[in-house]
């Protein structure tokens, strides 16, 4: 009877710690979070240090991250049954050797060695999870969590969403400690370490002194149906549609946003302006506002002809190779470059190992197969500004934002096709993790869907416009255009370079000290 009550003791404590993780991915603010660890915690402290107590805290805490997992990334299933199951077992893996390295250390060294593994290795996981190649979908990483809460996370512009990560950690550790001590100290550190980030932010919010350069920009949102017709034989249509939306447009515009893979027709990759419906552009910028540059989603083909060494993700053709991007393409551009490869690939649908067997037995969706990638991020310039073209999924990875910011990108744009998972939270998370890159970044977005969320976000995170699920139509707003860079753009995700180095230092001291007290060198 006494072991049914303390299963059913973990049990509820393990789904009340999934619970409290989910809750920032649902719009209810990431601030549950701070305690969301306190549940594994207190099972990890109930627990002894034999190698059966630790499989039984791995089953709970694997247990509950699997179901955060699977509150907040079932909508991946709508456009690729195998996403979330990927990515559950991918980030359920890291959480948990984070996790599970802290409770071993924390039954056999001391409490500092322990709680400072626990951060570290947690940090450091998730750091390897964005920097993967391959088998990446940071979506969960904790400082994500605070993506509808921006006036508290402004020092993002310093250490990125990996500084989120560390406040939610050490909060965690600092409330359970103060929760058993009971002291006035440790109720005292515990308050500095929740507020203080929060006051800072706040004083940071207020102080922000907005940039006097504006540029006028115009999104569009056309709402065209993913499985329908986006991709069936309707190009006239939703050239026709585009067309109609362009009457809206402000003659006084300097740049108008279309949103990812919005021209239905292929582009040759070398030739990106010498299409029919570049064409078609052209004529609408000379009758709407004929001083402005397009920017547009688009699907471009470059082909290696014999003699040309192919790309590692070329496919092969009838004597030759060719290779499909996602691509930006900007049409009236004042630079030289008017064509940006998609850097940040979609796991599942865009880039996936073994395409060609699990393409006879998953329907992927819009562009399937492995995509070419580049690592450039390319600027364009109109007007004495410059911008940078992100698409979609490069809008969860600060780094990549920094990338376009670092090329002298003034103003961030985000192309999206949000419609492949219906209304659900995906497409309302992926606009807000944008208003973290803002942040990060200092710089201003406009973002244009093909139905999702389009709008516009400012340097500080703030949402001053948007059209919501399967609304049609355009917005327009001057917005700032900044040339200053932030430590994280400068510096990256340093947080999670020095979380590596401090992971491995610690797993250095925990090994000596073992052996120090093997051979009773210590007390």
């Known amino acids: ?23 920032g991915w649902y719009g209810g603010g990431g601030f549950t979070m701070l305690v969301a660890l306190l549940p594994l915690l207190e099972i990890s402290r109930g627990y002894g240090s034999s190698a059966r107590d630790w499989w039984r805290m791995a089953g709970w805490a694997a247990l509950a991250f699997v179901l955060w997992n699977v509150a907040t990334i079932w909508w991946v299933w709508i456009a690729a049954p195998i996403g979330p199951i990927v990515a559950t077992i991918f980030s359920t893996f890291w959480n948990l050797v984070a996790f599970m390295l802290y409770h071993y250390v924390s039954k056999r060294a001391r409490k500092a060695v322990a709680y400072t593994l626990l951060v570290s290795s947690w940090i450091f996981t998730e750091y390897c999870y964005i920097s993967a190649e391959v088998l990446s979908f940071p979506w969960l990483t904790l400082g994500n969590g605070f993506s509808g809460d921006v006036w508290a996370v402004q020092w993002y512009e310093f250490t990125g969403n990996l500084g989120g990560s560390l406040w939610v950690l050490l909060s965690n550790i600092a409330i359970f400690e103060a929760w058993h001590n009971r002291s006035r100290w440790s109720v005292v550190r515990a308050g500095v370490v929740v507020l203080l980030p929060i006051m800072l932010s706040l004083a940071m919010y207020w102080s922000y002194k907005p940039s006097e350069k504006l540029v006028k920009v115009s999104v569009l949102q056309p709402n065209v149906d993913c499985y329908e017709e986006k991709f069936s034989d309707n190009a006239v249509w939703q050239m026709q549609n585009i067309g109609d939306l362009f ?38 910028v000379e009758e709407q506002c004929a001083d402005a540059m397009v920017v547009a989603g688009a699907s471009t083909i470059k082909f290696y002809p014999k003699g040309v060494a192919p790309s590692e993700t070329a496919r092969r053709g009838d004597g030759y190779y060719y290779d499909f991007y996602n691509s930006a393409v900007a049409v009236n551009s004042d630079s030289d470059s008017n064509l940006h490869h998609k850097m940040r690939l979609v796991i599942g649908v865009e880039s996936m190992p073994f395409t060609n067997i699990l393409n006879k037995f998953v329907d992927l969706g819009g562009i399937t197969g492995q995509l070419g990638r580049n690592d450039k991020a390319t600027v364009f310039e109109k007007g004495g500004a410059t911008f940078g073209p992100a698409i979609c999924y490069e809008g969860i990875y600060g780094d990549c934002f920094a990338r376009f910011v670092r090329e002298g990108a003034e103003v961030m744009l985000v192309m999206s096709n949000d419609g492949w998972w219906g209304n659900t939270p995906g497409h309302r998370r992926l606009f807000d993790f944008c208003r973290l890159r803002a942040v990060e970044t200092r710089r201003a977005i406009a973002r244009s869907a093909n139905t999702g969320v389009s709008g ?23 917005v700032e255009a900044r040339n200053d860079k932030t430590i994280y753009v400068l510096y990256g995700d340093w947080l999670g370079r020095l979380a590596t180095l401090v992971t491995a230092l610690t797993l250095l001291y925990y090994s000596a000290y073992r052996i120090r007290r093997r051979n009773h060198l210590v007390d």
Do not use: C, H
């Open 247 to 284: 009457s809206s447009v402000p003659r006084d515009a300097r740049v108008v946003v279309l949103p990812e893979t919005a021209l239905p027709e292929r582009l040759n990759d070398d030739k990106p302006l010498q299409s029919g419906n570049i064409l078609t552009l052209q004529e609408l």
């Open 1 to 23: 009877m006494i072991e049914g009550n303390f299963m059913k003791q973990k049990l509820l404590y393990t789904l009340l710690s999934a619970l409290l993780l989910t809750v």
């Open 456 to 478: 516009f976000i400012t340097p500080r995170g703030d949402v001053t416009a948007r059209l919501d699920w399967e609304q049609r139509g355009v917005l327009s707003e001057e």
